[in-house]
């Protein structure tokens, strides 16, 4: 089988080093960055480059691995232009646009809207690793949608990735990852800028700084393109939960201003349970 | 040397289990709870127990690890009442307040203000662990107020934990250590609420909570009661932090709302920066 990999970061490299461990499977890779290119295949995450277009008559799979924006642009043209039989799949953290972009396409049943939820705060294809994705979940939106070769294709390559796909439709898909993951980049981002400005007056303030700094803000590391290109995406849940955030901070603040012992222990204890998940 | 140690959680117990392993020296557990005493017994963090009267006539050095109220409650008592040359040092994770409550003491000197900065998200004496401040940093503040003789020993027992002593005013302390520790711990307690709270309504939203979500909200699972202390106690400098931090949302909010794509990925351009750092 021949997969093409649009865009060569740490989602799309991570793939590539993965399937090119599997057996009669060729690996193209498509970046418009020559240098992703280069570095793809010096690190062996893919066995060849090529161009889109000679892809696509090439290919069995395409694997959209470019931020979400880009995803939702590119998505119609590719359908428009393909061989009927070629299977397109996307790994966006968003659902909603993208599905919604080739709701009408008369080659719907040929894409299959998935999001992988793997990751590291690293990125380009200098950040791909092995086995990123082995026994992650990775979600799977409007299955009916698909042709069923189509979405099977897409199955069996989650499979060799080690991962167990869930159904969620879009909609529920883009709130529950604006909670549990877009909310926590937002916090790690907000977080860093914090502590950078007051490094400004004082230039040993992360001389200090431990374990639990480094894990609350090291999302703040992640790619500035494909997180702009999701927080203005899923604009609605994202602003929805944090709004939620936000007057949690207040809530707390206002038990702390008024020393608040007791409901200061509540909030914690309440926190606390998060225990029961993680 | 004989070494009391009074608070057998966490840091407590992991002082304990390191000096387990010194020669000529033997560790005294004290714990409230006697279910914290068993439990450092069984599990070799100290040698022995005993009452807190007859430990002051045994040791020669008291190790405070309790919360912060509770030091800056019974140091001075501690003082009052303890042979001339025993030595006491605290753990605390605020230093302003218990510096202040001893600093006209007559026996001012036989104490040593200090904060390892090491820890985990767990609590009690079974998340004690071997090597935990094994090349990391510790904080003494007002060196110049202890005696000598005690200050090296307290040098000492830093050196054999492995730990590299800072020097800094306990007001310096309290405000660096609000924005690089006590605001990650208030960001975490409040993320983890904000997603409980739409549990309520929606009992899937942790299915797809991947590594980033775990690392921004692991600091909430720590002990209630040790950051209800630190918060109270450090309660305007984490005010400081946290009205920062909510500035720094809600210029995020901002942004986001009016889908200012430009403005937004200067403000991750600008987190971004946490590289230099971590």
Request: charged content about 20%; glycine content about 6%; aromatic content about 6%.
């Amino acid at each position: 089988m021949n997969v093409g990999i649009l865009g060569l970061g740490l989602i799309g490299g991570s793939i590539g080093v993965d399937l090119m461990r599997q057996i009669n499977v060729h690996v193209f890779g498509i970046d418009k960055n020559p240098k992703h290119e280069k570095i793809a295949l010096d690190r062996s995450l893919i066995h060849s480059t090529i161009s889109l277009e000679e892809c696509l008559e090439t290919i069995h799979l395409l694997i959209l691995a470019i931020p979400v924006n880009s995803i939702a642009e590119i998505l119609p043209i590719i359908l428009d232009s393909m061989p009927e039989n070629l299977v397109v799949m996307d790994t966006g953290s968003t659902k909603m646009s993208i599905c919604k972009t080739v709701m009408h396409h008369p080659k719907r049943g040929r894409f299959v809207a998935t999001h992988p939820i793997a990751g590291t705060e690293y990125s380009g294809p200098e950040a791909a690793v092995k086995g990123l994705f082995y026994d992650k979940k990775t979600i799977v939106c409007e299955p009916e949608k698909s042709d069923r070769d189509a979405l099977e294709m897409v199955l069996n390559l989650y499979h060799a990735l080690g991962m167990i796909p869930l159904y969620l439709t879009p909609e529920d898909h883009d709130r529950q990852l604006a909670f549990v993951s877009h909310l926590s980049h937002v916090t790690s981002f907000a977080l860093s800028k914090t502590v950078l400005e007051v490094e400004k007056d004082d230039h040993r303030i992360f001389s200090l700084a431990g374990s639990g700094f480094s894990s609350t803000v090291r999302l703040a590391k992640s790619n500035p393109h494909t997180w702009k290109a999701i927080f203005i995406d899923n604009q609605s849940f994202v602003l929805e939960a944090l709004d939620a955030y936000i007057l949690q901070l207040e809530n707390f603040r206002e038990l702390l201003s008024a020393k608040q012992s007791k409901s200061i222990e509540d909030y914690l204890l309440k926190s606390q349970e998060i225990q029961r998940i993680l």
